[in-house]
């Protein structure tokens, strides 16, 4: 290994004594390698000292040879300070030496690959092996679902099950993967097992029941995480911000907000700043900017926490949303951090919804192509429909005709819905489904029903789709989450919800659509989007219709100074500007 090694590696925020004073074997000694793998098991398993484990094994390898214990012991030290490179030269040695098939060996090999995201060298490792242990199976499942392959962890379980019984580690992954994918069924299964295979111990285990109560909230039985989190014998800050947040994505402001008064009263804990991303959500959700406000200063004043840009995202879109755009503009102007994409989206988003004018919206449009990581598709989308807003038809071909020269293409919509265990996709348009002749004849039933009571499809969103209605309508109707409804409504129980997760937000249209169903049919949707939850239910949506129908005309400090390009002036300096200090941000239009 290199000579620079230790001082590669991300040293310790605490200090540490010398070297010397872990008092390694002496260089001329007969050391075996126990002496050592004590000593780098012992830094490996510290929460301050593990790059000392890899400085350890190099100064190791001139006075003893590694064996099975060394190396499961500095790889663990390698996956927790995501040392990829070292960890690619401990596997190479490990080969050398002849550990290339032992069992313990390998098990950290996964975890090491997993850990720092090249789960296809782990997966390798897996299926190459000649026998395995359930620890390899775990880590494995684990590895699927740190990685966001949460279809692939629930594939690996299953296959599990033919070999070995899962155990609590088993368990607590796949109920991780069950939220993600919001498979209810599966979860609630996995707690069943929990309650009836376990002992107490497990049963109250507080990881356990803080997965428990995010599958819930995910998934959308908001009163099943809030049993979990009543009756657990203990909690940790983790589980009251599981239960916060788990509020807030269903827009359940004012429990929210109980939740977080019981927490404040607790001594043993306070809240943190993830705490805050949760109640500021919630307040968003609510359109409650006094209450946001309050929460802010009582975030920085009262608890000392230092406002991220999580905490500034929430703010500035519960600003947009509320219809305050200028404000929004200046609070991103003050911020400390430079915005994000996430930002710059949100403020385009509500420029879209409230008719902020075009100016305003092609300057955040530029602003959030030119973040980083920016989802470069949806903008061009939102700008699309500011242009559509405005009957600026030749800007939103040319809009389109950039997608295309640039090779953007915009996320598919993709809905799914579990029924019998079985979780079942649907994109726009699908027609791959079994039953899809099925569900389409139920589509049709089901917007005739609704024709008879009055519902007429808003074209307005899909502006990019041909200018004739018909092809409008018949974009609108194929969209994701009405196959997955169609298909629910095939063999609805009587009683039971409809669940669909949804990758992008729900349209105007089918939030309309979808309430009408809930009254029509008499039965209770439940919607995951990209955003939060919409719960349907006798022709209501529990967000209130907050926000993503308003369209009513706002007026935003602008000041036009040409027929090229727009200032806007931001009220304060921006720290995280790098050239000047009167700011006075310039976009040019887009090309027409």
């Not at 070999?163 to 498979?183: H, K, L, M, N, R």
């Not at 919804?353 to 305003?360: C, D, F, R, T």
């Not at 030119?370 to 989802?375: F, G, I, P, R, Y």
Request: charged share 20%.
């Amino acid at each position: 290994m290199p000579s620079s090694l230790s001082s590669a590696l991300p040293l310790s925020p605490l200090p540490l004594p010398p070297l010397s004073d872990l008092r390694p074997p002496a260089a001329n000694a007969t050391a075996s390698s126990v002496s050592w793998n004590a000593l780098i098991r012992a830094c490996a398993r510290s929460p301050d000292r593990k790059h000392l484990a890899l400085v350890l094994y190099r100064r190791m390898l001139p006075t003893a040879r590694p064996d099975n214990f060394t190396f499961p012991a500095v790889l663990t030290a390698c996956a927790f300070l995501s040392a990829l490179p070292e960890g690619f030269q401990i596997h190479a040695q490990l080969l050398k030496l002849g550990f290339g098939g032992n069992l313990y060996v390998l098990n950290s090999l996964i975890h090491f690959y997993a850990s720092c995201g090249h789960m296809p060298l782990a997966r390798k490792l897996f299926d190459g092996m000649s026998s395995r242990s359930r620890v390899s199976w775990n880590v494995a499942i684990d590895g699927h679902v740190g990685n966001g392959e949460y279809d692939a962890a629930l594939a690996l379980f299953r296959a599990m099950q033919h070999e070995f019984s899962p155990d609590e580690y088993t368990i607590q992954s796949v109920i991780g993967a069950c939220g993600a994918v919001a498979a209810l069924s599966l979860g609630m299964w996995a707690h069943a097992l929990v309650l009836r295979k376990f002992d107490r111990m497990v049963a109250d285990d507080v990881l356990i029941n803080n997965s428990l109560i995010d599958l819930y909230a995910k998934c959308g039985s908001i009163a099943m995480a809030r049993q979990v989190f009543e009756r657990m014998p203990a909690r940790d800050l983790a589980s009251w911000n599981a239960m916060i947040l788990g509020f807030a994505m269903h827009g359940r402001v004012e429990e929210c907000f109980d939740t977080f008064a019981r927490l404040a009263s607790v001594k043993k804990f306070r809240p943190n700043s993830i705490t805050f991303v949760g109640v500021l959500s919630a307040c968003n959700h609510g359109g409650l900017v006094n209450d946001g406000r309050r929460y802010f200063d009582s975030m920085v004043r009262e608890f000392g926490i230092e406002p991220r840009i999580e905490h500034y995202g929430c703010m500035v879109d519960l600003l947009a949303r509320a219809g305050r755009i200028g404000e929004a503009l200046d609070l991103v102007s003050s911020m400390p951090c430079k915005p994000d994409a996430v930002i710059w989206r949100s403020l385009l988003d509500a420029c879209c919804k409230q008719n902020a004018g075009v100016e305003v919206s092609e300057s955040v449009a530029r602003q959030a192509l030119e973040s980083d990581n920016v989802d470069s598709s949806g903008v061009y989308v939102l700008l699309s429909r500011v242009y559509a807003s405005a009957n600026r038809w030749n800007d939103v071909g040319s809009v389109r005709r950039l997608m295309s020269n640039e090779g953007v293409k915009k996320e598919p919509g993709c809905s799914s819905i579990e029924t019998d265990g079985a979780v079942h996709q649907f994109v726009a348009g699908d027609t791959s489904h079994p039953q899809s002749n099925r569900i389409y004849e139920k589509l049709n039933e089901v917007e005739h029903r609704l024709a008879m009571v009055g519902y007429e499809p808003d074209s307005s969103q899909a502006p990019l789709v041909a200018e004739l209605d018909s092809v409008k309508w018949d974009s609108l109707r194929l969209h994701s989450e009405r196959l997955a409804i169609a298909f629910g409504l095939l063999d609805a129980k009587p009683g039971e919800p409809i669940r669909v997760l949804k990758n992008l937000r729900v349209c105007r249209d089918c939030h309309t659509m979808i309430k009408l169903i809930s009254r029509v049919y008499d039965v209770e949707i439940v919607v995951r989007d990209r955003i939060r939850f919409h719960k349907f239910k006798d022709g209501s949506c529990s967000c209130q219709d907050y926000c993503p129908h308003a369209r009513k005309k706002r007026s935003v400090r602008v000041v036009v100074t040409s027929a090229n390009s727009i200032d806007f002036a931001l009220a304060h300096p921006q720290p995280w500007h790098e050239e000047r200090r009167d700011i006075r941000v310039t976009v040019a239009f887009f090309p027409a």
